[in-house]
């Protein structure tokens, strides 16, 4: 590999870099101006992630479903049937 490769490639992600930053900085600044312009509906979507985000905790935190369904499933598999002596013995 040369220098005038490295300096080229350099070059290359310096750019993209930049642009990408640009990107960044302008996307920012709509949404900051758009929640400045709005402030009802920047709440509102605050709001909602923060009853999203606590929806979803609260859904991990008890455990999907199929974890669930897994520890009844357990559950009910490790009960030992009714032994013989105690069916005999309901009966009597």
Do not use: C, I
Not at 4 to 9: G, K, V
Not at 30 to 51: F, K, Q, R
């Amino acid at each position: 590999m040369n220098v005038h490769q490295l300096r080229r490639w350099s070059d290359r992600a310096e750019g993209s870099l930049r642009s990408s930053s640009e990107a960044a900085r302008n996307g920012a600044n709509a949404l900051y101006s758009t929640a400045m312009n709005h402030p009802t509906a920047a709440t509102a979507v605050v709001l909602g992630t923060g009853v999203a985000a606590a929806l979803l905790w609260l859904a991990n935190r008890n455990g999907t479903f199929s974890s669930k369904r897994k520890q009844v499933l357990a559950r009910v598999r490790s009960k030992p049937a009714r032994s013989r002596k105690m069916a005999r013995a309901a009966t009597s």
